[in-house]
């Protein structure tokens, strides 16, 4: 065999090194990554940021070559996720079908998904739907990766289709199982959601800012994942960047709460503030009223707090024990029926959930509602109970530039 073709076979056209391929492939995956978190999620599923139509169809192509999703499934999928999140319907949820199966099994829960048809276009209204969309991208889905896997055997010879089989491997994992799975199952909160959802860690780099999932759930539409000072999201990095040079424009971002003093009665921007922030006065209802009570309840039993009540039980105070086994579910509400004081607060915070749930288009009622919640919460006679109520008055959304 001519040692040319050898050389071909073993390195292809470009003959990289170890390192070059190393290089190729981070740069190609996180190409990858960012099309998924900066086009398909946050643009097209959530509409919180355009881009300008050469980088968007680049972002679509490039989905096309490297993972053969169709962007109104995709899209389809992940609104119906949000929409009936950790219900028997939800496309991917651990609660219902186990950690294991979403995050080793996310491929084959994808492909049932979009077997859907009816929710597919339900759900995905508004993606792309021009001729190379119908005429390519579609009907010839499989296509993309299979022109990928002969480019890259061209450009690197043997190498080239390791490389192609990892990218084809990559966003099953990190998405369909890191994001999808331990996303609802591992990590920390900064919202008190009302699902499982969790950051992974508070700097979003690997996987284009996902790791931020429960920041994502907390504000669905907001373009920009980190909402603590001290978390980082490459992807809203990303976006900013690109706005800069006008390849990007940001629609929406996570409105930034403002307290005011001194207001005596919750008013029209109160009520404003608290629908849009109602996750966030849920965490500080558990923060500074029922966690400050489960101490002075421990100190008075003599004992430290994580013997008078398991961690996962605290957690489970936080929404009635909803995601805990029914076995414990029981033995968390017996615990609080015995204490009238932690009681008396986890029927204030149940109250004050339903006010800020409330499925209604009557704003009158709603406000009403809160004001005599309030009220209620200052004549209790607890004092973490009545600053709390004094500092929900003055919520007010504050303005912020993008």
């Known amino acids: 065999m001519p040692a040319s073709l050898l050389d071909f076979l073993s390195g292809g056209l470009l003959q990289f090194g170890f390192w070059s391929l190393v290089l190729y492939f981070l740069v190609a995956t996180q190409l990858t990554i960012f099309s998924v978190t900066l ?24 989905t096309w070559l490297t993972t053969s999703m169709i962007t109104k499934e995709w899209v389809a999928i992940h609104r119906k996720h949000h929409a009936k999140c950790e219900t028997e ?13 979403v995050f080793w099994q996310g491929v084959e829960l994808y ?24 005429k390519l991208y579609t009907p010839h889905a499989t296509l993309g990766p299979t022109l990928l896997l002969f480019i890259s055997f061209a450009l690197f010879g043997f190498a080239g289709i390791a490389i192609w089989a990892i990218q084809m491997a990559w966003i099953p994992f990190w998405a369909a199982g890191v994001v999808n799975g331990l996303g609802h199952w591992w990590g920390y909160r900064n919202f008190e959601t009302t699902d499982t959802a969790t950051n992974l860690t508070p700097w979003g780099v690997w996987i284009g800012g996902e790791e931020l999932h429960n920041n994502h759930h907390a504000f669905p539409s907001s373009a920009k994942f980190a909402l603590r000072k001290w978390e ?15 390849l990007a424009k940001v629609l929406r971002v996570a409105p930034s709460l403002d307290v005011r003093p001194n207001i005596h009665v919750p008013d029209a921007d109160t009520l404003k503030a608290l629908l849009a922030h ?3 006065a849920m965490t500080d209802y558990q923060r500074n009223v029922l966690k400050p009570a489960l101490r002075e309840e421990a100190r008075a039993a003599g004992a430290k707090l994580r013997s008078l009540l398991p961690r996962q039980h605290r957690k489970g105070l936080v929404d009635d024990g909803r995601w805990l086994k029914p076995e414990a579910r029981e033995q968390l509400q017996d615990w609080v029926a015995q204490r009238p004081r932690i009681q008396t607060l986890v029927e204030h915070r149940r109250r004050l959930a339903a006010v800020l749930e409330a499925r209604t288009h009557n704003a009158s009622e709603t406000l009403q509602n809160l004001q005599a919640w309030c009220r209620e919460a200052e004549a209790s006679g607890n004092r973490a109970l009545q600053e709390y109520a004094a500092r929900l008055k003055g919520y007010r959304l504050q303005s912020v530039r993008a």
Do not use: N
Not at 39 to 62: C, E, I, K, M, T
């Open 39 to 62: 086009y398909l999620h946050r643009s097209q599923a959530h509409r919180g940021v355009d881009f300008h139509p050469v980088l968007a169809h680049f972002f679509r192509f490039w």
């Open 89 to 101: 319907e939800d496309p991917h949820s651990p609660m219902h079908k186990g950690i294991k199966t």
């Open 111 to 134: 492909r049932e998904a979009r077997g859907m048809r009816g929710d597919i276009e339900q759900y995905g209204k508004g993606a792309p739907d021009d001729w190379i969309e119908r």
């Open 232 to 246: 980082f999201d490459i992807g809203w990095a990303t976006i900013k960047g690109l706005q800069a040079v006008g």
């Open 278 to 280: 109602r996750f966030h």
